[in-house]
C-alpha cells in the first residue's frame, strides 16, 4: 500500500516525496484520447467506468502516487440549473447576473443529480486497491461564481468584479448558495470514499490581497470548516496567491498548494511548520530537455530542504502539448532525487 502521498498531507515522514500532477488525466495522453475520441467530454464525466479508466492512466503510465478522480469543477453547477457546454472551455448559456438568477438556482441532491460522480469515486476505490490514495476535488466558490457570472473563461473578469462591488448582496447570496452546494458535495465525494480533498481557487489571485480577504476568504473557510476532515486532509490551490499565503492560509486546510512564482522554501518559512505543501514545478518545464527538467526539479526538491511535509506537482495544471514521457521522467526524477 503506497501511503506516502497522505502521510505527505498530514506532515508525516516519508522514505520518497510523492508525486502528482494536477490535471494528469487529459490530453497530453493518447490513451486518454482513445477514450476520449468515442464520446463528449460531458459524457466522459457521466460515465463512471470510462471516467475511472482515465484517472487509473496516469497511475499506470506516469507512476504517480495518487490518482484524482476524473471529472470537472463544474460539474455540479449544471444540476443547480444551468445548462453547461465544453468547447472544449466551459459556457453557461444563461449566466448569473441578477437576484432573480441566484433565487432560481437550486442546491442539488448529490445521491440523484450527481450519482456518476459518487459511483466513479467508488469504482475507483475498488480498481484501486490500495495502490495509491484517491483525490476527490471541487472548485473553491469564488472560482465558480467566476465562471457562473461570466459564462465563461475571461480576461478581465469584468461581471463578477463588476457584481462583486455594484451588487454585493447579489454577490453575497451567489457566494453563499454555492459554498453551501460546495460543502454537500465534497462530503458527499468523501462519504463515496475520497481519501483527500482538493479545493481549486483558480481565479482567487485576480483579487488584491485585500479584496481576497474581504470578498473570497469567508467563503472558502466556512466551505473547509463544514467538510468531514478529520480522516481526509484538504489542499487549498489557489492560483496567484504567491504574495497574499498569509491571509490564504487564514481559511484552513492541511495543505497549501504552490504556483510556481514562489520559492518554495520562501513560503513554508512564512506558512510555519504545521502546514504541509504542494508544488511547485512550473508547468512549462515539461517542454524543456531532461537535462533542465532534472535539474528544475532538483531545485524545487533542494528549496524544500527535507522538511516533511512536501508533495511534489506542477505550479498549475499539466498543458495539452507536453509529451507523455517528459511527464514520466519527471516523477521518476522525484523518486530518485528524493529517495532517502
Ligand atoms: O486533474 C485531473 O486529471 C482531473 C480532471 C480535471 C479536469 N478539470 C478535466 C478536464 C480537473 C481537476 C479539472 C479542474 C478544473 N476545470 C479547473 C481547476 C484547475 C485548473 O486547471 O485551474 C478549472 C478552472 C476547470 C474548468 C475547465 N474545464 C476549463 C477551463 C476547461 C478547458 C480548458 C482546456 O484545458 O481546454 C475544462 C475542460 C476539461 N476539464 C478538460 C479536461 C480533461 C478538457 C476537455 C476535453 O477533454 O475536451
Known sequence: MNMRFLDACWGKPVDRTPVWLMRQAGRYLPEYMAVRSKCTFLELCKTPELAAEVSIQPVDILGVDAAIM???????VEPMGMKLDFVPGPVFENPIRSM????????????????YVLETIKILRRELAGKVPLIGFGGAPFTLACYMVEGKGSKDFAQIKRMMYA???VYAALMEKITTMSMEYLNAQITAGAQCIQIFDTWGGILSPVDYERYVLPY????????????????HFVKGSGAMLDSVQKAGGDVMGLDWHVNLGAARDLLGPKMAVQGNLDPTTLYAPQNIIEREVKRVLDENAGRPGHIFNLGHGILPTVS????????????RLSQK
Do not use: W, Y
Open 70 to 76: 476524473f471529472s470537472d469543477i463544474l460539474t455540479p
Open 100 to 115: 432573480a438568477d441566484v433565487e432560481k438556482l437550486r442546491i442539488p441532491q448529490m445521491e440523484q443529480d450527481v450519482p
Open 167 to 169: 451588487a454585493p448582496e
Open 220 to 235: 472558502t473557510t466556512r466551505l473547509i470548516n463544514g467538510l468531514n476532515r478529520m480522516e481526509t486532509p484538504v489542499i
Open 324 to 335: 507523455p514521457d517528459n511527464a514520466k521522467f519527471m516523477v521518476e526524477c522525484v523518486h
